[in-house]
């Protein structure tokens, strides 16, 4: 499931989509706004609304790359967009896998995949003082 948010982000809604018995692991990332960044205080992030086909496009292909990658079928992304003050939920990772190795790694992927493109969307406001 990827889904793409301007309301409050659930992680246990992601949790939840990935849980199966069959199972050993399901293992969950939620990503929030820090209150310093580049050491000075974030007065907000925004992740900008125009984009947000540009951000399912993206999302969807992280997605698709993690499938292929570790052959998963239960991956959740939802990312929030809009404006956010620190400690905001802004991104839930949920992946659910056979064992702990493979749901771990894929986890990791997509956060570090997330971080790589959604500099083109995300603009950070940060305090001047």
Known sequence: ??????NPIRPEAAIETVRKKAYGAVIAYVGTVRDVSHNRRVIFMEHQVSLQDLARQELERIAE???QKWRLEDISI???IGKFRPGEIML???????HRVE??????YAIDRFKEVAHQWTTETLDTA
Not at 92 to 98: K, R, Y
Not at 103 to 108: K, L, R, S, Y
């Open 1 to 6: 499931m990827i889904r793409i948010t301007r």
């Open 92 to 98: 839930v990772v949920a992946v659910g896998a056979p």
């Open 103 to 108: 749901a771990f790694e894929a986890c990791q």
């Open 65 to 67: 790359e993690m499938k």
């Open 78 to 80: 939802i990312h929030r």
